[in-house]
């Protein structure tokens, strides 16, 4: 199993038309998102506009979550409205429908383009995992234990527990009801 902490420094910025979206990690490590090849991605970004549409992405299946403000996602193949408050509900919605939103949010990102996983917000202070890839995200500062090994991480900061053959148990302290925690199977 290899452990990497990625700090929030390390995230490559771009632009797009409604705000700004930070990369956390994307697998493999060498994919170029533009050309839409990569197996998944970890984000953040940040919409500035009130009313701005999503990337259509076909093919990738999409899990977003709030970390700052409030925005309701319009999705073309469903009905009901999808209310997002900070920390509270995971959206999952398939990438390549068209999808928009109304409200100016700070979000985190997990797409899938051939792997399988989920993310969620962190409620208890343990987890127990036996995916391949698992990351947690740190929106306030919380202390995560893997194996005994302690590792701090700072607002914005990521840990990846990569080529995970076992399975293992999470365990965090501090603000941890301000984590993600992504799990895939590649």
């Known amino acids: 199993m290899e452990i990497k902490v990625i700090s929030s420094s390390e995230n490559k910025e771009t632009k797009w038309s409604g705000g700004i979206t930070r990369e956390v990690f994307i697998y493999p490590e060498n994919a170029d998102y533009a050309k839409r090849e990569f197996l998944f991605r970890l984000s953040m970004a940040q919409a500035y506009d009130e009313d701005s549409a999503y990337t259509s992405l076909p093919g990738v299946t999409r899990y977003l979550v709030s970390l700052d403000g409030t925005a309701e996602l319009f999705h073309a193949d469903k009905e009901d409205v999808v209310m997002l408050t900070p920390f509270g509900y995971v959206d999952c919605f398939d990438g390549g429908v068209h999808t928009r939103a109304h409200g100016a949010i700070r979000d985190f990102n997990l797409m899938l383009c051939g792997a399988d996983g989920k993310m969620s917000v962190v409620h208890e202070n343990v987890i127990e995992t036996s995916y ?38 999470i365990m965090l302290d501090g603000e941890y009801e301000k984590a993600i925690f992504c799990g895939i199977n590649v």
């Not at 995200?137 to 995970?164: F, H, I, P």
Request: hydrophobic share 35%.
């Open 132 to 169: 391949t890839f698992n990351a947690i995200y740190a929106d306030a500062k919380c202390t995560v234990s893997v194996d005994e090994k302690r590792y701090a991480l700072q607002k914005g900061d990521c840990l990846m527990l990569c080529n995970v053959t076992e399975k293992i148990k």
